[in-house]
C-alpha cells in the first residue's frame, strides 16, 4: 500500500478553512481520485505538541491510500490540476508532501 501525505505547518497567522476543505475539497478529490485509485483519505486535525499548551507542529495532515505508486503518479498526472489547483481556496499554508510504502 502506498500513501501520499499532505502536512500542512502551523504558522502564526496562516489560514487553513476546514469547512471549505471539509465540504468542498474533499468531494472534489473524490471526484477526480477515486476512479483513479483512491482508497481512503484521512485527516489529522493538529491540537497540540508534546505540551498540551502548545501549539501543534502541524494545522493539518491529509493521508490519500492508494495501491500502487503507479496509480498514484498516474492519477496525480490525470487530475493534479484540479485537485493541486484548490488548494490555495482553503489555505495559505504550502504543504510539504511524502509519498510512502506502509504496511498494516
Do not use: C
Not at 475539497?25 to 497540540?48: A, F, N, Y
Not at 498516474?74 to 510504502?101: C, H, L, W
Amino acid at each position: 500500500m502506498i500513501r501520499v501525505t499532505f502536512a500542512y505547518p502551523y504558522g502564526e497567522g496562516k489560514r487553513f478553512d476546514w469547512g471549505y476543505f471539509s465540504d468542498k475539497h474533499l468531494p472534489l478529490v473524490h471526484e477526480h481520485l477515486d476512479s483513479r485509485g483512491l482508497i481512503k483519505v484521512e485527516t489529522d486535525k493538529g491540537i497540540s505538541g508534546t505540551d498540551p499548551s502548545s501549539n501543534p507542529p502541524f494545522t493539518a495532515v491529509v493521508h490519500m491510500t492508494f495501491e500502487t505508486v503507479d496509480e498514484v503518479h498516474q492519477a496525480f498526472m490525470a487530475a493534479g490540476r484540479p485537485v493541486m489547483g484548490d488548494i490555495g481556496n482553503y489555505t495559505d499554508i504550502k504543504p510539504t508532501v511524502q509519498i510512502s510504502e506502509i504496511s498494516d
